[in-house]
């Protein structure tokens, strides 16, 4: 009965991840942000990677993830400095 009642609950909601490897994460994604970014322009398709492929991986971060409010800044403030490296 009470593992009937534990998958029951487990299937109603998404499961979060820790936010204890979130810093590890978000330190990636800073890196290839601005490493993708340095050309000073638009935000070159790198092996299938371009802007829509790294925001998608920040956003996921931050709907998959339980971070904590300085981490869920800072997953924010990436994505701002994606989207404004990105230029035409």
């Known amino acids: ?17 820790s936010a204890r490897n979130a810093d590890q994460i978000l330190d990636h994604l800073a890196l290839m942000v601005r490493l ?4 000073g322009g638009r935000i070159a398709r790198i092996q299938g990677m371009d802007l829509n492929y790294w925001a998608n991986r920040i ?4 709907n ?4 904590f409010s300085s981490q869920q800044e ?4 990436l994505l701002i400095e ?3 490296s990105d230029r035409a």
């Open 1 to 17: 009965m009470k593992s009937d009642w534990k998958s029951k609950v487990a299937k109603g909601r998404t499961l979060m991840l």
């Open 36 to 39: 993708t970014g340095r050309s």
């Open 59 to 62: 956003i996921s971060v931050i």
């Open 64 to 67: 998959k993830t339980d971070l």
């Open 74 to 77: 800072r997953a924010k403030l």
């Open 82 to 84: 994606l989207r404004s």
